[in-house]
């Protein structure tokens, strides 16, 4: 046999290989992909879609985002946490979110008054934990430049109005408008005396990115999955489709908590 043909089967044989591995690693993708969805319809069932945490943690990429840099008045181990409400409330209501997260959204807008409420009336304080799930499932950058930009809100003590106004602008999951910058500004300016420079700049160059990555960090080792995750009084109460919450449950949630 001559050393051409032998070549010719040998590279024949390889390229059969590769588009093996290929089909295969299709294959393994849509399983992936499959169980996710099952996971994601149930936990969803109830209370719109869950952003659920990849399962495939292989092959993530280290990146640098410069120093960590907390915003002004996050609490709580490694300042990961952004507080709401007046310090004295008894009861505390712990929230972990990604403003890419439709559930989150519907959490949001659906209780925001009713909490609100209650942490005027010094019942209750918030306790926000932001992560950054949709842009690991999806791709995209949207979760971590609204969170950085919220974090920037939270340094010009206008957190909470910025907060929901993201909420209320959100774009669909698969939509990663929230990745530019441009947008997070445009919708500052809706926020009086936000639109500043020190906060396009803050935005701009992502100064708490860093920190956005180490809340996300944060949240992976706590033992809950998804957002959102709502706790009161040390208990998951948000998202069980089997007892679904409401504003009214959980005014009666609080002032049970604020008993104890």
């Not at 008045?73 to 009861?91: L, M």
Request: proline letters at 5%.
């Amino acid at each position: 046999m001559s050393q051409k043909n032998s070549d010719g089967k040998r590279s024949a044989r390889e390229r059969l290989q590769e588009q093996r591995q290929r089909e295969e690693a299709r294959i393994r993708r849509r399983r992936t992909l499959i169980a996710a969805a099952v996971v994601v319809a149930v936990l969803g069932a109830g209370a719109g879609i869950a952003a659920i945490v990849a399962s495939t943690s292989g092959g993530k990429k280290k990146e640098t985002a410069g120093p960590l840099v907390a915003p002004q008045g996050a609490t709580g181990k490694d300042s990961v946490t952004i507080p709401v409400g007046k310090p004295a409330a008894k009861a505390t209501l712990t929230v972990y979110e990604d403003f890419r997260c439709p559930a989150c959204a519907q959490f949001e807008n659906g209780f925001r008054d009713t909490v609100n409420q209650l942490e005027q009336k010094g019942e209750v304080k918030a306790e926000y934990h932001i992560v950054t799930l949709i842009d690991s499932n999806l791709g995209g950058t949207g979760s971590l430049n609204a969170a950085n930009a919220a974090a920037c809100a939270q340094d010009a003590g206008k957190f909470s109005a910025y907060h929901d106004l993201l909420y209320k602008n959100q774009p669909p999951e698969t939509d990663d408008a929230f990745g530019k910058k441009a947008r997070l500004l445009e919708l500052a300016g809706q926020v009086p005396g936000l639109d500043t420079p020190a906060f396009r700049s803050c935005v701009d160059d992502g100064t708490h990115d860093s920190w956005v990555k180490k809340s996300h960090e944060a949240f992976g080792k706590t033992s809950y999955r998804a957002t959102p995750t709502v706790v009161l009084a040390g208990k998951s109460i948000y998202g069980d489709p089997a007892n679904p919450l409401t504003p009214d449950k959980l005014r009666k949630m609080v002032a049970e908590a604020t008993k104890g």
